[in-house]
């Protein structure tokens, strides 16, 4: 009984199905959902590319920074599976990992929010802890009842929101000041394909677009590289006491930062002023100052 129920999990079409299902299998053979299916590139790709442009910083800073933006991509991942297959298991892994990604998001980035309490700051291991406990017991219950993982990730996703929106507010960072209305803007268009996908799938059947899931993807992946990008300019703020590195937020491909165009972040070394002796052709000194790399 046990085993047939787990082995039901990963047949094809045991998960929930979306709008595009409709059309399933019409493109590829093999795959379920293809739209779908490839509108997880950007979510899979994007937190590798900041991961790539801040290789220095983690190496010599803080390379803890690379778990919660690991794990976006991971969930890019599963959720290429999920739409391919439309199993159950790639149902619950692909929304398990949203909710990990915010678990492990806070538990990374703590020590330079203004919102956590000072006072808790000597207790910084246990409140972690306390927080994947909480996770860890959520996820549980979540694969005995599929059905919690929507109110999970509800629960999840309103402090969040207020958080970005405090962070970004208080950071005193001019290049990301206007990124929590990006992000919330991008999130909340998101949000509003993925409800209308799934309660109004007939309506955009009679359209011919069953589509609002994979812009959906496209939306939320560029909202999630957009967190990760902000938070890690206020990492690197925090802490420019302790490295030698300065960071600002470039735009491609328009520079002026329209919302679809991608912000990424340009890192530096500091340099700092230094006496350079000239000696001319008579044997004569001058002094000139100079920029070098610390």
């Given at each position: 009984?046990?085993?047939?129920?787990?082995?039901?999990?990963?047949?094809?079409?045991?998960?929930?199905?979306?709008?595009?299902?409709?059309?399933?299998?019409?493109?590829?053979?093999?795959?379920?959902?293809?739209?779908?299916?490839?509108?997880?590139?950007?979510?899979?790709?994007?937190?590798?590319?900041?991961?790539?442009?801040l290789r220095r910083y983690?190496?010599?800073?803080?390379?803890?920074?690379?778990?919660?933006?690991?794990?976006?991509?991971?969930?890019?991942?599963?959720?290429?599976?999920?739409?391919?297959?439309?199993?159950?298991?790639?149902?619950?892994?692909?929304?398990?990992?949203?909710?990990?990604?915010?678990?492990?998001?806070?538990?990374?980035?703590?020590?330079?929010?203004?919102?956590?309490?000072?006072?808790?700051?000597?207790?910084?291991?246990?409140?972690?802890?306390?927080?994947?406990?909480?996770?860890?017991?959520?996820?549980?219950?979540?694969?005995?009842?599929?059905?919690?993982?929507?109110?999970?990730?509800?629960?999840?996703?309103?402090?969040?929101?207020?958080?970005?929106?405090?962070?970004?507010?208080?950071?005193?960072?001019?290049?990301?000041?206007?990124?929590?209305?990006?992000?919330?803007?991008?999130?909340?268009?998101?949000?509003?394909?993925?409800?209308?996908?799934?309660?109004?799938?007939?309506?955009?059947?009679?359209?011919?677009?069953?589509?609002?899931?994979?812009?959906?993807?496209?939306?939320?992946?560029?909202?999630?590289?957009?967190?990760?990008?902000?938070?890690?300019?206020?990492?690197?703020?925090?802490?420019?006491?302790?490295?030698?590195?300065?960071?600002?937020?470039?735009?491609?491909?328009?520079?002026?930062?329209?919302?679809?165009?991608?912000?990424?972040?340009?890192?530096?070394?500091?340099?700092?002023?230094?006496?350079?002796?000239?000696?001319?052709?008579?044997?004569?000194?001058?002094t000139v100052t100079d920029?070098?790399?610390?």
């Open positions: 009984m046990y085993s047939s129920s787990i082995s039901r999990w990963f047949e094809y079409e045991s998960g929930h199905a979306w709008c595009e299902s409709a059309y399933k299998y019409q493109t590829l053979p093999y795959v379920a959902e293809f739209a779908n299916t490839c509108t997880n590139l950007p979510i899979i790709v994007l937190p590798l590319v900041n991961i790539m442009l983690l190496h010599d800073v803080n390379g803890g920074l690379v778990f919660p933006q690991l794990l976006l991509t991971f969930n890019g991942l599963a959720s290429t599976y999920y739409h391919a297959t439309l199993n159950l298991f790639g149902q619950l892994v692909d929304e398990l990992s949203l909710v990990w990604i915010i678990t492990v998001f806070l538990v990374v980035y703590i020590p330079v929010m203004k919102w956590f309490p000072e006072r808790f700051s000597k207790r910084l291991t246990v409140v972690r802890w306390v927080v994947l406990i909480v996770t860890a017991v959520v996820s549980a219950l979540c694969f005995l009842e599929p059905n919690l993982n929507a109110i999970a990730l509800m629960l999840f996703s309103i402090p969040a929101a207020v958080v970005i929106r405090y962070e970004g507010k208080q950071s005193g960072i001019p290049d990301i000041e206007n990124f929590p209305s990006r992000i919330l803007a991008l999130w909340g268009v998101a949000f509003s394909f993925w409800f209308a996908d799934r309660l109004l799938c007939d309506f955009w059947l009679y359209l011919g677009t069953p589509y609002l899931h994979a812009a959906f993807h496209l939306l939320a992946g560029l909202a999630g590289y957009t967190i990760f990008i902000m938070f890690s300019m206020i990492d690197i703020e925090s802490r420019s006491k302790t490295h030698r590195y300065t960071a600002a937020v470039r735009y491609f491909p328009d520079k002026n930062g329209s919302i679809f165009s991608f912000p990424y972040i340009s890192l530096k070394e500091r340099s700092h002023k230094v006496d350079v002796p000239i000696f001319d052709s008579n044997g004569n000194t001058k920029d070098i790399p610390t």
